[in-house]
């Protein structure tokens, strides 16, 4: 997001903040809520338009979402009505701002249930789980294959086990990817969790197990570099061949053997 979506984003999440605390454990279902406004966004590029321009009267535009959303809970409708008098710098900075937000939404269900930290270790999980799995990576952000098919394959993964809060968080990625694969979802979901805790999530993937010592010694390294806490996640992966590829945020550190000969055939190719 630019400059001018991001303030408008930062400015609908201080609101929604007090929201979510009174709503406790119910968050979970005003987030499923507003992922039906990200929905109906991205169905409609006319839509997106109309809610998106800043030159449409913010109340005309708050008045037709309210149709929009209908039955839902008037909190949400509020929240929808606040987005779209905000001003964007794109019109798909709407609806990434409206999943944002519905995220935001489950988590602190999860915040207000005392799970956020399973939460967070069972995403954690499903990533570690899906390391290895490249056909089923694949599948799961394939948009040949329905989204509902995609949503069942992950409950059939989690076969019932975890949170509630991490079983909608894991469907909404496969149903709804929105151009991202569904690890890299699992990732911006652990930042947002992080940002939650203020704190960063740095995804470390090896050929091999790090020891406790170099566990601690990359974790001092990363949060000097960064200047805040980093929780080191760690994920093994012996298709790396050798080397650390390190994650925080979008910023990406890859040294890994693979990503070494990959370099040195372009180089070659060239």
Do not use: C
């Not at 037709?64 to 779209?84: F, H, K, N």
């Not at 949503?151 to 989690?158: F, K």
């Amino acid at each position: 997001m630019r400059g001018t979506s991001r303030a408008s984003l930062a400015a609908v999440e201080e609101r929604l903040e007090p929201v979510l605390t009174a709503a406790g454990t119910r968050s979970s279902e005003l987030g499923e809520q507003l992922f039906a406004l990200v929905d109906a966004l991205d169905s409609s590029a006319a839509l997106r338009r109309t809610l998106g321009d800043p030159s449409i009267d913010g109340d005309a535009k708050a008045s037709l979402v309210a149709q929009l959303l209908g039955t839902a809970d008037p909190l949400v409708v509020t929240v929808a009505q606040e987005l779209v008098r905000a001003r964007w710098s794109a019109d798909a900075d709407l609806a990434e701002a409206a999943e944002r937000l519905g995220f935001h939404a489950v988590l602190a269900s999860a915040e207000a249930d005392g799970v956020l930290a399973e939460v967070e270790e069972e995403l954690f999980r499903l990533t570690r789980a899906l390391a290895g799995q490249r056909d089923v990576r694949r599948t799961l952000f394939d948009p040949a294959i329905p989204g509902d098919a995609r949503g069942s394959l992950v409950d059939g993964i989690l076969a019932g086990r975890g949170t509630a809060q991490t079983a909608i968080l894991a469907r909404r990625a496969a149903v709804a990817p929105r151009g991202r694969r569904y690890v890299a979802t699992l990732g911006h979901l652990a930042d947002l969790i992080a940002e939650r805790r203020n704190r960063q999530v740095a995804t470390v993937t090896s050929a091999t197990a790090l020891d406790a010592a170099q566990r601690e010694r990359l974790t001092q390294i990363l949060s000097e570099a960064y200047g805040r806490e980093i929780q080191l996640n760690v994920i093994l992966d012996p298709q790396v061949l050798g080397g650390l590829r390190i994650q925080v945020g979008p910023q990406v550190v890859d040294s890994t053997v693979l990503s070494r000969l990959a370099d040195a055939r372009r180089r070659l190719a060239g």
